[in-house]
């Protein structure tokens, strides 16, 4: 049993904080203390948070949360083994499960009910995953872009750390894995720019303009990246989440061009436009890494801005069609191809309009998956 200064230390993120000194090892993101951006992030007054908190849990608008139930591909273990190398299945939020190789690759893993550290709190599911965490079949291995909730479910990783082969993490997010009972074997953490080939498959972490931490004092205690996933014919990029800056172009001058860009359009707001991205910013980020198709990520999922849950679909459709960028809009479970993905049904407008014509029914579609998220 856990004594109570290593409890204390673990929630309320001492015990990250240490260790995230111990990180630097000529890391240039890491300043002595912390982890940073290359841009430095503007200051903000107290004032401003504290507005901001308030705002997202007392003032939230009608239409953030669906009011009826999203269309969800149910998938079977034999749905994946028989389907070919370059598939792609958006499972929820982030939570991406693609084949390479013949091989299964999951990024930022979350099947628990609600993205948060309490188990009755925090932002609920819209809907189920679209398999079971027992059904999946063994995966080579989970790529993780940085350790908030919405992209770090512990239930979730330590249901897969058994059948996962390796766990490729941005610095300190391994040593979070470790702690919570991971093979010390099975974990790799890189620093923005390094790679390592696995299987076929090069993996390459790459700059974002993010934050992290999972409780009261270990801000910034772990590094955030996005992620290059390269094949001998296809090549894949992966936002994770990341506000816009620079460091795409660059991006996209070392590692492009992209088959396929996953990249974050959802939990927006302008009161934090450093750690996240406008669609608009989404479309000109997808053009810098020099992407042919876009995929719009970190949405339909999770409650966690002021927009209408429906918006951001809305906005990177039509700002991708005015800049000729072709976008795949694909439903939870839908299989996409990577080498020639399909269009995908406008799925969201469908739900709007059911909800509009019917009696809202529950406003969530219960989770079929066990755990929840935890600290």
């Keep these: 049993m856990a004594s109570i200064p290593d409890f204390l230390g673990r929630t309320l993120g001492f015990a990250a904080a240490k260790r995230s000194r111990t990180l630097a090892n000529g890391s240039t993101q890491h300043d002595g203390a912390r982890f940073r951006n290359v841009r430095p992030r ?21 239409g953030t949360v669906p009011s009826a139930a999203l269309p969800v591909d149910a998938l079977s273990r034999a749905d994946l083994h028989a389907a070919p190398h370059g598939s792609l299945w958006r499972l929820g939020h982030s939570t991406m499960l693609m084949k390479l190789r013949d091989e299964f690759w999951l990024t930022d893993p979350v099947f628990g009910e609600r993205a948060s550290p309490f188990k009755r709190l925090g932002p609920k599911r819209f809907h189920a995953p679209p398999i079971d965490l027992a059904d999946l079949p063994p995966l080579r291995g989970v790529i993780l872009s940085h350790d908030h909730y919405d992209h770090l479910d512990r239930e979730t990783v330590l249901a897969l750390a058994a059948s996962t082969g390796v766990f490729l993490t941005p610095l300190g997010v391994g040593d979070r894995l470790i702690e919570w009972g991971i093979d010390v074997a099975k974990v790799r953490q890189f620093d923005w ?30 590094l955030w990246c996005s992620w290059s996933i390269a094949t001998d014919d296809l090549r894949v990029f992966f936002s994770g989440d990341t506000g816009y800056f ?10 492009g061009p992209f088959d396929v860009t996953l990249i974050e359009t959802g939990a927006y707001d302008p009161q934090w436009p450093y750690v996240h991205m406008q669609p608009e910013e989404t479309v000109q980020a997808h053009l810098d890494v020099r992407g042919r198709w876009l995929v719009p990520i970190h949405n339909g999922t999770f409650d966690l801005a002021m927009h209408r849950w429906q918006e951001p679909f809305e906005r990177v459709m039509g700002l991708a069609a005015a800049r000729s960028v072709m976008l795949a809009t694909p439903r939870m479970g839908e299989r996409l191809h990577l080498a020639d993905p399909q269009r995908g049904e406008r799925w969201w407008r469908e739900v709007a309009e059911e909800a509009a014509a019917t009696k809202p029914r529950s406003r969530v579609w219960p989770c079929r998956a066990a755990g929840d998220a935890n600290s």
Excluded at 42 to 62: C, D, H, M, T, Y
Excluded at 204 to 220: C, E, K, M, V, Y
């Design 193 to 222: 720019w390094q790679s390592a080939s696995i299987a076929g498959v090069t993996f390459t972490s790459t700059p974002a303009q993010h934050f992290s931490g999972r409780s009261l004092f270990d801000g910034n205690s772990t």
């Design 246 to 255: 620079d460091g795409f172009r660059e991006i996209g001058e070392r590692m």
């Design 42 to 62: 503007p200051q903000e007054s107290l004032a401003k948070s504290l507005r901001i908190i308030w705002n997202v849990l007392f003032r939230k608008p009608g």
